[in-house]
């Protein structure tokens, strides 16, 4: 699962302007004649960035789709283009095509690994984490080489520039990662654990290094890092949630089988529990659902074990809420359903044809029931509302799941934000948990992006160092001289 929403502010929010790093003296000299590559690396460089999910970010979608999250068409393969939201803006995904001109071409695979593991191009400018390079600095030196292998020999050269990122100041520092790496990059090729077997060591490299399952699963510190002692509990990705998926049996998975957990990665979909959605549809499309069976088993081994983290508001796991109902009084305006008559309406208009007058879904499960539904069910409500302004596209094997959005990109007459939180309070209320879902959370999931708040801090906090500073100067201007030993004011 790519980091595409990750939160691109893992910048050291606080840090003061640096200039920009000079480039290596031998950054535009071109890298000796590329190796010989055996069939059998190049292979396996193939089956690694499809573990890696590398088509989800380097694939831009057709230009009607690009930020919906829905995309699985590409306009080209590798080339980049795609628009990573993040609270700082979008981070726009490099071409990294063997191409000369605007892609990798030039790299050496020394350099190809020092921009995967350590997040520097070969210009040695600074790599934002959308990259996952955190995830990825856990590579080994054999798969590192399979993926050079894989992308200089068997990618097709595409010359397009992708667009270029441009942050607001400071994010658009890219120096001051350095310091953010200092603090939070943990380099060397992942070890294998010998109190575990091997099944468990193979899932979890799986999980942390190739696949970045933590980079969305986790929560952030004040510097954007990841919480360590919180991994996989869950975290904020634009418009959706990555929910907890630790071993407890109410906040997280722990109540789903390794099967279960096998199932939904390899098909998107688990009667009764889930179905995957944005950017976890998009990471079964190209990758869960293309690996080996083996893997794929190896990854829920190792999630199934992962540390239980509670979230003291969850009273019951999210997918056992809710029970089949009929609504025809809420649309009529009974007395007992004032309130709930928008919703309701809304409801019956638009989604009942698929999903069931009494929400239990199609008959063969492909449209899921609404009712012991982890996205209605959730304690936070932004995956509903994310899926009723997005939709859902996921492409497994030759069956294509498709459920259009109703936001402002819908191809049917876009909801306003009034109509959806009536919709989605509707729906928590009929078949999960309750609450009311209000305009504002919609206008904030349809933005899918926090950034006044995280630029306010960090131009604050520049605010406060340069006062500071002015003031130790100040300071050390107006403060009387040391007069030379024996001599005197007169």
């Known amino acids: 699962m790519k980091a595409r929403t990750v939160l691109a502010g893992m910048l050291l929010a606080l840090a003061l302007p640096i200039a920009a790093q000079a480039q290596p003296a031998n950054a535009q000299t071109p890298p000796a004649a590329l190796p010989r590559f055996t069939p059998q690396d190049v292979e396996r460089g193939r089956y690694l960035a499809t573990a890696g999910d590398c088509a989800a970010c380097h694939n831009a979608p057709q230009a009607e789709g690009k930020g919906d999250n829905n995309g699985s068409a590409e306009t080209g393969e590798m080339a980049g283009g795609y628009p990573i939201v993040s609270p700082l803006g979008s981070i726009y995904s490099t071409n990294i095509t063997p191409s000369r001109s605007h892609g990798i ?7 190809f690994s020092r921009a995967l593991r350590e997040g520097v191009r070969r210009d040695g400018a600074r790599l934002y984490p959308a990259m996952p390079y955190t995830s990825y600095s856990g590579l080994t030196d054999a798969d590192v080489h399979a993926l050079y292998a894989y992308f200089m020999s068997a990618v097709r050269p595409i010359d397009r520039a992708a667009p270029a990122t441009s942050l607001p100041f400071p994010f658009n520092i890219r120096t001051s990662m350095r310091f953010w790496n200092a603090l939070f990059l943990k380099g060397g090729p992942a070890q294998a654990d010998p109190g575990h077997d091997a099944q468990w060591n193979r899932g979890r490299y799986l999980a942390e290094t190739l696949g970045h399952c933590s980079t969305c699963h986790s929560p952030r510190g004040f510097l954007m890092e990841e919480k360590s002692s919180a991994a996989f509990s869950g975290g904020p990705l634009g418009a959706w949630y990555a929910p ?15 099967q279960e957990i096998a199932q939904y990665l390899q098909t998107g979909h688990v009667p009764g529990k889930a179905q995957a959605a944005g950017d976890m549809a998009e990471a079964v499309t190209h990758s869960f659902s293309r690996m080996t069976r083996s893997d794929v088993d190896a990854i829920a081994a190792y999630i199934a074990a992962v540390p239980a983290v509670h979230d003291a508001g969850d009273k019951q796991p999210a997918y056992s809420y809710g029970k089949p109902g009929t ?4 649309i009529r305006g009974t007395q007992e359903a004032k309130g709930r008559q928008e919703g309701a309406r809304l409801y019956s208009g638009l989604c009942a044809a698929c999903h069931g007058r009494d929400g239990d879904g199609s008959p063969d499960g492909v449209i899921p029931s609404l009712y012991h539904n982890s996205t209605v069910g959730a304690s936070r409500s932004n995956n509903l509302v994310a899926v009723i302004l997005h939709g859902v596209d996921r492409t497994v094997g030759d069956q294509h799941v498709m459920m259009p959005g109703f936001g402002e990109r819908s191809f049917v007459q876009p909801l306003t934000d009034h109509q959806i939180a009536s919709l989605a ?6 078949f999960g948990p309750g609450g009311d879902v209000t305009e504002k959370q919609v206008a904030v999931a349809s933005a899918q992006s926090s950034l006044s708040m995280i630029l306010l801090m960090a131009r604050t906090g520049l605010v406060l160092a340069a006062l500071v500073l002015i003031g130790i100067v100040g300071w050390r201007l107006r403060r009387p001289k040391r007069l030379p030993a024996g001599q005197h004011l007169s």
Do not use: M
Not at 327 to 330: G, I, P, T, V
């Open 244 to 258: 907890n998926i630790t071993s407890d049996k109410v906040s997280g998975i722990g109540g789903w089988s390794k």
């Open 327 to 330: 609504f025809e009084a809420d």
């Open 105 to 111: 071409g030039a790299y050496s695979e020394a350099e």
């Open 425 to 430: 309070t509707f729906l928590r209320g009929a």
